[in-house]
C-alpha cells in the first residue's frame, strides 16, 4: 500500500477546480481502480465514463498527468507517486461534468464520411478479396474509438474553428481503410483535401503517440492518405498517366452516379 | 460546388459549443518534454551551420591523383560548377555557375529532406513549436497547417525523392571509383572507400525508406492480389519506412561526416590509410 494525491478535475460548463484526494493504492491497481474507490468512499457525485475495464471500449480516455490515457489501463505503479497524480477530462471536447466530456463532434465527421460503395460484384452475384487485401485494413479496424487521438490533436485541441473542416486521425484512419479497400468505388481524396482537413495535418504524430491499440495511424494512414491526395491534386505526372493509361477510380461524382444510374455513366463514358 | 456533392451524406449540422474542461494553463505535463525538441533543434543547427560552412568552402572536397586517391565530398557530387577542381567533374559543367559548386547540388537534398514527413515533425516540433510536443499547446494563434502557401509546397516532396535517388546514383558511382587508387597500383580499399560506400548505403536506405516511396512502389495500389510485384516492394519498404527515424538522423550525420573526412584528408590535415 502506497499513499497517493490524486488531483481530479471538478466542474462543468460553467467553471471547475482541481480537488485533491488522498488515497491509498494496493499493487497493481489501474488509475480507474483508485478513481472507483473515490467516488465509493470520498466523492459519490463524481462522474467518470468507463465500461469494460479491459481497454476495449475506448470510454475511459481522460488525460493523466497531461496526456490522453484509458484510465483501466494506466497502472498505478507506472506514474510518480511523490507529487499528485492530475487527472483533467479530455481538452478537445467540450466538458459534461468532471471526467466526461461531450465527443459528438466524432460521431458527426463520422456520419460526413460517404460510405462504403461496393462495385458490382462477381458473375456468381458474390464479392470476393484475397487474403492479403483483407491484412492491409485489419489495423483500422482496431480501433477502440477512445477518441485520444482526436484529443490530442493540436489542429482541434489548440484551435476550435478548425473543428468545422477537420475530421482528425480517427477518421482519417476510417478513410484511408475505405480508400485502399479494393471493392470500394468511392472517391473521397478531394473530400479530404477541401472539407475534411488532411492538409491541416501536420505529421507531428501526436495521435500515433496516445493510440492505446498502437495503430500506426501517421505512417499508415494520414501520411497514405496525403500522397494519395497528392496524386489527385497535386501531381501533373501522375494525373497525366491516369489520363494515358486510363487507369483511376471512378471520380466521387461518376461513382455516386453509377451507383443510382449504371447505364448513364456506361453511356457517357 | 465540390464534386463530392453527389456521394457525400446529408450534412447534419455539427455543434461545437459547449465550454471545455481543465484548467487553462499550457500543459499539465511533468516530464521532461522540454528536452527532445531542444536536442533536435540543437542537432539540425550545428548540421545546418557546418553544411553552410562547408558548401562555402569551395576547396578541399576532392582527394586527386596526386594523393593516389579518387575521393569527393557528397556536398560536391557531382561536381558541376565551372570552378570544379580537375579530375573532380565529368564532363557536363554548367560553365556560368563560377560560384561553389556545392551550392548547386545542395538543393536536391535539402529539398529532400526539408519536404521529408519525418524532417517535417522534427522542425514543426522543434523550431516552429506546432506543437512542441504533445499534450503542450501550440504556439500560434491561428493554424492552416499545410493547405496554404508557403507550406502546400511539401505536396512536392515525391519530385525530391526521384532527384534524390538519382543524386544517389552519383554517389553510388562515387563510391565505387573509390575503389580507384590512381597511380598507385589499380585498385584497393582505404578507409576513405569505406567512408563513402558506407555514406552512399545509408543515403540509399533513407531514401527508399521514404514514404513518398513506399506510395508509388506500392502503397497507392489498392488491391494487392492483383499487382504481387508492387506488393512484394510495398512489403519490403514498409518495415525499412517504419526506421525512417533513425535512417534520417544517421544519413545525414554521415553525410557530414563523410565530408569532413574528404575534407581533412584533401587538405592534408590526415592521410587516407590503405586498407589493401
Not at chain 1, 180 to 197: A, C, F, Q, V, Y
Not at chain 2, 93 to 100: A, D, E, I, K, P
Not at chain 2, 202 to 214: G, I, M
Request: charged share 20%; net charge positive; hydrophobic share 40%.
Amino acid at each position: 500500500m502506497a499513499e497517493v494525491v490524486m488531483r481530479i478535475w471538478r466542474g462543468d460548463s460553467e467553471g471547475g477546480e482541481f480537488q485533491d484526494f488522498p488515497t491509498q493504492v494496493s499493487e497493481g491497481e489501474v488509475v480507474l481502480d483508485v478513481v472507483h474507490r473515490i467516488q465509493a468512499e470520498d466523492a459519490p457525485d463524481l462522474a467518470c465514463r468507463w465500461n469494460c475495464k479491459a481497454g476495449k471500449c475506448g470510454s475511459c480516455s481522460a488525460e493523466i498527468n497531461g496526456l490522453p490515457h484509458l484510465m483501466c489501463m494506466t497502472r498505478m505503479d507506472t506514474l510518480p507517486t511523490e507529487e499528485p497524480v492530475v487527472i483533467a477530462p479530455m481538452k478537445t471536447f467540450p466538458i459534461i461534468r468532471d471526467l466526461v466530456t461531450d465527443v459528438s463532434f466524432n460521431y458527426e465527421m463520422a456520419r460526413r464520411l460517404p460510405p462504403f460503395a461496393p462495385k458490382e460484384p462477381g458473375p456468381d452475384g458474390t464479392y470476393r478479396m484475397q487474403q492479403i487485401d483483407v491484412e492491409r485494413g485489419q489495423e483500422f479496424r482496431k480501433c477502440i474509438e477512445c477518441f485520444m487521438c482526436q484529443d490530442i490533436c493540436h489542429v482541434i485541441r489548440d484551435h476550435e474553428e478548425n473543428k468545422e473542416h477537420y475530421a482528425g486521425p480517427r477518421l482519417f484512419i476510417r478513410y484511408m481503410e475505405l480508400e485502399s479497400h479494393p471493392l470500394d468505388t468511392n472517391d473521397r481524396r478531394e473530400l479530404l483535401r477541401e472539407e475534411m482537413g488532411l492538409g491541416y495535418c501536420n505529421i507531428t504524430k501526436c495521435c500515433t503517440e496516445v493510440c492505446p491499440e498502437h495503430i500506426k495511424i501517421t505512417d499508415n494512414a494520414i501520411i497514405p492518405l496525403k500522397e494519395r491526395v497528392v496524386d489527385a491534386s497535386y501531381d501533373p505526372v501522375a494525373w497525366l498517366g491516369r489520363k494515358i493509361l486510363r487507369r483511376t477510380k471512378k471520380t466521387a461524382t461518376e461513382a455516386a452516379n453509377y451507383r443510382t444510374d449504371p447505364k448513364t455513366v456506361k453511356a457517357s463514358q | 460546388m465540390s464534386t463530392q456533392e453527389g456521394i457525400r451524406p446529408a450534412p447534419v449540422p455539427l455543434v461545437l459549443g459547449g465550454a471545455r474542461g481543465g484548467p487553462r494553463v499550457r500543459t499539465l505535463r511533468r516530464d521532461s518534454w522540454k528536452r527532445s525538441p531542444l536536442i533536435t533543434q540543437g542537432y539540425l543547427l550545428l548540421f545546418v551551420v557546418y553544411a553552410t560552412w562547408a558548401a562555402f568552402q569551395n576547396s578541399n572536397y576532392y582527394v586527386g591523383a596526386s594523393s593516389h586517391r579518387d575521393l569527393i565530398s557528397p556536398f560536391y557530387s557531382p561536381c558541376v560548377g565551372a570552378s570544379c577542381v580537375p579530375g573532380s567533374h565529368g564532363s557536363f559543367l554548367l560553365h556560368w555557375w563560377t560560384y561553389s559548386p556545392a551550392l548547386v547540388i545542395l538543393i536536391i537534398p535539402l529539398g529532400f529532406r526539408v519536404t521529408c514527413y519525418y524532417y517535417r515533425k522534427a522542425y514543426y516540433r522543434s523550431f516552429w513549436h506546432s506543437p512542441q510536443a504533445c499534450g503542450v499547446t501550440d504556439g500560434h494563434k491561428k493554424y492552416t497547417g499545410e493547405t496554404r502557401f508557403p507550406l502546400i509546397i511539401q505536396n512536392i516532396h515525391r519530385y525530391f525523392f526521384v532527384l534524390g535517388v538519382l543524386l544517389n546514383i552519383m554517389l553510388t558511382i562515387d563510391a565505387v571509383m573509390a575503389f580507384r587508387m590512381p597511380g598507385a597500383g589499380g585498385i584497393g580499399v582505404s578507409v576513405g572507400t569505406i567512408v563513402l560506400c558506407a555514406n552512399a548505403v545509408l543515403l540509399w536506405f533513407y531514401s527508399v525508406s521514404c514514404h513518398a516511396c513506399r506510395h508509388l512502389c506500392g502503397g497507392h495500389v489498392n488491391e494487392f492480389s492483383k499487382h504481387p510485384v508492387r506488393h512484394g516492394l510495398w512489403k519490403i519498404i514498409t518495415p525499412l519506412n517504419a526506421k525512417h527515424m533513425q535512417l534520417a538522423w544517421v544519413s545525414l550525420s554521415f553525410v557530414a561526416l563523410t565530408d569532413l573526412y574528404v575534407r581533412l584528408v584533401a587538405s592534408g590535415v590526415i592521410t587516407d590509410p590503405k586498407i589493401f
